[in-house]
């Protein structure tokens, strides 16, 4: 697909919408972003993502957020909005995609994101211990989480920069039933608790590809993401306590002898929301 106006054909304007862009990289539709409207999320991924930080972190409060995988960088733009003067590191190494979108939709002045062009783990092992009070994982080559994040070996790094009372999100796709949903939450749950995950019925059916939000730490509260995800359109089901360990079962965490892509979406499917 080709945008219009000479911009990079992954950036795709949303015409019913004016000031608005979606970002396509690898066949799939991966970022929102509303110029205008910063907490406007039209993925239901992305307001999940939003609900486990409302739930985290009082309104207008200053944070530390890392952002592992950067595209449009839409909830960056929704933290700087909703709480101004955070601090926000985003690892993006597609730097030529990032150019791409501050040319359309430049970030706001001052808005404290700093984006530096380099993959998550490099980016991680260099910030200090207890940093950051949020780091969120929404991070795809392609369709797919890559499988050096999500090994016990990258959770113990997540785990080491964020403060005790810190919060990981992190946006993976696939099915229910396959592999590799339940392996990585075995994986976080090597270096987490509590941890809590949460996708659309129909996904949880096993037949639907589609996105599995994960929420973990201290201050990923799953009784309160439950109640603001049910006033949503399309509410997520949450799995947490003794019906995720249930889940889980005897899954083998993944390891960095031992990794896994996430799973290919079905062909043809661009749209993950």
Do not use: C
Request: hydrophobic residues 40%; charged residues 20%.
């Amino acid at each position: 697909m080709r945008a219009s106006h000479g911009h990079d054909p992954r950036l795709v304007p949303d015409r019913s919408r004016p000031g608005s862009w979606i970002v396509r990289v690898g066949g799939a539709d991966q970022s929102y972003i509303d110029t205008r409207d910063p907490t406007y999320l039209e993925f239901d991924y992305a307001q999940q993502i939003a609900f486990v930080i409302e739930d985290a972190f009082p309104p207008r409060a200053r944070i530390t957020a890392i952002h592992v995988g950067g595209a449009g960088m839409t909830i960056p733009r929704y933290i700087a909005y909703t709480r101004p003067t955070s601090g926000q590191i985003v690892f993006e190494p597609d730097a030529t995609l990032t150019e791409a979108v501050r040319e359309v939709a430049p970030l706001p002045r001052n808005s404290g994101i700093k984006v530096r062009p380099v993959d998550g783990r490099k980016g991680l092992a260099e910030i200090p211990d207890d940093y950051a009070d949020l780091i969120v994982i929404d991070a795809f080559a392609g369709a797919s989480v890559p499988p050096d994040l999500g090994t016990t070996q990258w959770f113990a790094d997540v785990r080491r920069v964020l403060n005790p009372p810190g919060t990981l999100a992190m946006n993976i796709t696939g099915y229910a039933t396959a592999e590799y949903t339940p392996r990585i939450l075995a994986t976080i749950m090597t270096q987490f608790s509590p941890v809590t995950i949460g996708a659309e019925p129909s996904a949880w059916k096993g037949r639907h590809f589609g996105n599995f939000v994960i929420a973990a730490g201290p201050g990923a509260d799953p009784f309160q993401w439950e109640q603001r995800s049910r006033g949503n359109p399309f509410p997520y089901r949450l799995l947490y306590g003794l019906e995720l360990d249930r889940w889980v079962g005897a899954a083998r965490p993944f390891t960095d002898d031992d990794s896994q892509a996430s799973p290919q979406p079905p062909w043809g499917l661009t749209f993950f929301s």
